[in-house]
């Protein structure tokens, strides 16, 4: 009954075992869009800067300009080119550590060591105003979501300034911080709000309509706070430092919502991305960016908790930026490398829009009418791709039958086993092996075996018991193999001689497994250790 049944198999037969592999998974639709972001072949940006890229923003006015901001310069790109537009170096007296585009994109706002803020005209590169009060470096400032006459600063005096611009004058002093104030950001539904992060942990979230009553509202991050940047809704805020990242719910009272410790080292800085376009369903799925000094950036979906994509970089990372219209990813390096990806486009989506990423309107070629004189007008619709309603007809494969599946077709049981061992391909011996257990054949054939095919058995589980792979179905036959033989093993020195192999192989393998089990728990804590650093 067993080979009436096994008749109806499939041939060939394959190995039901598979290699297990942490890379072996399909990556993701979003993985995918992550890793479309390509530097264009035609567009040569200078790779190198003078230093460390201290801070990264974009224009939110379109074509949405980026500048960076490094040693004493800030550097505007063309957001269409991806090339140097501006270079702005004459105001600054020392290295500039941020800054920030007003709402029309008109005008930027930078801070450096020296304790000044600038606010300057980004074509004509003359400062406008010069904002003086700080008396340690500047190492945050930002304008308001919509308003043009203020901003506010924080530096290492631990103080957070809020300046009117039209009068140089500073508007209030912000005290509460115990340590250096190295972040902040404003509240994307009101200019009254904003929040900032200090090196003694605490992150305070300010109103300047009640300013007498001090922050409205304080939660403490745990480690010094190197980035803060609000969510898009309002409500939630996004905090970096130490290898963590921390989400917190501003309506619910300052309550930690999420911790994302997926970084090895110190996260220098973070920024929320969106996924599609500016309009429609996809542009509600937003993403925090995270970059590190450990040279990743990793991708994590807040509103699922998880960290969705991750990608490396050779150098420590210490800015990154997203541009609104989804387009443009640039991230900083220390050694003053700047990484700027755009988003490939497909043919499709360029025709809507009119041009590819920028670079102007896509001129469709015209084809050449195809006439019976021309080779491709007997190779037309070769490739192409059917339509709902269409029937297909494919041509079925001719399928390659090896030696051992025509004797299994046969049930020439211990034929095809001795086809497979001569053959010298383990996957194709195991899956003969499978075939013969589920058809009940497997022992049957061992106990039919000459010395000489027993030999080469016993040669076979040696060289492939202990591969990982097939170490679980080899063991357990390799120890029937031995009970059902052993006499005609004994009387036999090369047989013995294979079983000694065989002996010395397993031992060989339960001592290299022990030490790595060793090594593991060394390794382990150790590890442990560093992730807390």
């Keep these: 009954m067993a080979?009436?049944?096994?008749?109806?198999?499939?041939?060939?037969?394959?190995?039901?075992?598979?290699?297990?592999?942490?890379?072996?998974?399909?990556?993701?639709?979003?993985?995918?869009?992550?890793?479309?972001f390509k530097t264009p072949k035609e567009i040569q940006t200078p790779q190198t800067l003078v230093s460390s890229i201290n801070s990264i923003v974009f224009s939110p006015t379109s074509p949405h300009d980026f500048a960076a901001a490094h040693?004493?310069?800030?550097?505007?790109?063309?957001?269409?080119?991806?090339?140097?537009?501006?270079?702005?170096?004459?105001?600054?007296?020392?290295?500039?550590?941020s800054a920030?585009?007003?709402?029309?994109?008109r005008l930027i706002a930078a801070g450096d060591l020296s304790g000044a803020v600038q606010v300057l005209d980004p074509k004509s590169r003359v400062p406008l105003r010069r904002l003086r009060g700080h008396t340690r470096p500047v190492r945050v400032v930002r304008y308001p979501r919509v308003d043009k006459l203020h901003l506010f600063s924080g530096g290492d005096d631990a103080i957070v300034k809020y300046w009117d611009i039209t009068t140089e004058s500073k508007i209030y002093d912000l005290l509460g911080h115990k340590d250096y104030v190295r972040c902040g950001d404003a509240s994307p539904v009101s200019d009254d709000m904003f929040v900032s992060?200090?090196?003694d942990h605490t992150v305070k979230v300010w109103d300047v309509r009640v300013m007498n009553s001090g922050a409205v509202m304080e939660f403490d991050h745990g480690k010094?706070?190197?980035?803060?940047?609000?969510?898009?809704?309002?409500?939630?805020?996004?905090?970096?430092?130490?290898?963590?990242?921390?989400?917190?719910d501003i309506l619910g009272g300052g309550k930690l919502l999420c911790t994302m410790e997926s970084h090895n080292k110190t996260v220098t800085s973070i920024c929320v991305g969106k996924i599609g376009k500016e309009s429609g369903e996809e542009a509600q799925q937003y993403r925090i960016l995270s970059v590190a000094l450990d040279g990743?950036?990793?991708?994590?979906?807040?509103?699922?908790?998880?960290?969705?994509?991750?990608?490396?970089?050779?150098?420590?990372l210490m800015s990154v930026g997203f541009s609104p219209d989804c387009s443009t990813r640039v991230i900083g390096a220390s050694n003053g490398t700047l990484y700027i990806g755009r988003r490939k486009v497909k043919e499709s989506e360029s025709m809507?829009?009119?041009?590819?990423?920028?670079?102007?309107?896509?001129?469709?070629?015209?084809?050449?009418?195809?006439?019976?004189?021309?080779y491709r007008y007997?190779?037309?619709?070769?490739?192409?791709?059917?339509?709902?309603?269409?029937?297909?007809?494919?041509?079925?494969?001719?399928?390659?039958?090896?030696?051992?599946?025509?004797?299994?077709?046969?049930?020439?049981?211990?034929?095809?086993?001795?086809?497979?061992?001569?053959?010298?391909?383990?996957?194709?011996?195991?899956?003969?092996?499978?075939?013969?257990?589920?058809?009940?054949?497997?022992?049957?054939?061992?106990?039919?075996?000459?010395?000489e095919e027993l030999g080469l058995l016993l040669k076979f589980l040696q060289r492939y018991s202990t591969m990982p792979r097939f170490s679980r179905f080899l063991m357990g036959l390799t120890k029937k193999v031995v009970e059902m033989r052993a006499e005609d093993i004994k009387s036999s020195d090369e047989l013995r001689g294979d079983i000694r192999n065989l002996k010395r192989d397993v031992e060989e393998e339960i001592r290299l497994q022990q030490t790595l089990l060793q090594i593991q728990g060394i390794v382990t804590p150790l590890l442990k250790i560093a992730g807390r650093r």
Excluded at 298 to 313: E, G, L, N, Q, W
Excluded at 357 to 374: A, D, N, Q, T
């Design 296 to 316: 990743y950036m990793k991708v994590f979906d807040y509103a699922k908790f998880k960290i969705t994509h991750s990608m490396r970089f050779p150098n420590p």
């Design 100 to 105: 920030s585009f007003r709402s029309d994109g």
């Design 352 to 374: 809507e829009l009119g041009d590819v990423g920028g670079f102007g309107p896509v001129e469709v070629p015209r084809r050449r009418v195809l006439r019976p004189s021309y």
């Design 197 to 199: 992060g200090s090196y």
């Design 224 to 248: 010094p706070v190197e980035d803060v940047i609000y969510l898009p809704s309002g409500g939630l805020v996004a905090t970096a430092g130490g290898n963590s990242v921390k989400i917190w």
């Design 378 to 451: 007997f190779q037309r619709g070769q490739n192409e791709k059917p339509s709902e309603w269409d029937y297909l007809i494919k041509k079925p494969k001719k399928i390659k039958v090896t030696e051992h599946d025509k004797l299994l077709k046969k049930f020439m049981h211990k034929e095809a086993l001795l086809a497979a061992l001569n053959g010298k391909n383990p996957e194709n011996v195991v899956a003969v092996m499978e075939e013969l257990v589920a058809r009940k054949k497997l022992m049957r054939c061992v106990s039919n075996l000459e010395t």
């Design 71 to 97: 040693s004493a310069t800030v550097s505007i790109f063309s957001g269409k080119t991806l090339e140097p537009k501006t270079t702005i170096s004459s105001a600054f007296r020392d290295t500039v550590t």
């Design 3 to 36: 080979e009436t049944q096994s008749i109806a198999r499939t041939f060939p037969v394959k190995p039901k075992l598979k290699p297990t592999s942490a890379n072996s998974s399909t990556p993701t639709l979003e993985s995918k869009y992550w890793k479309s």
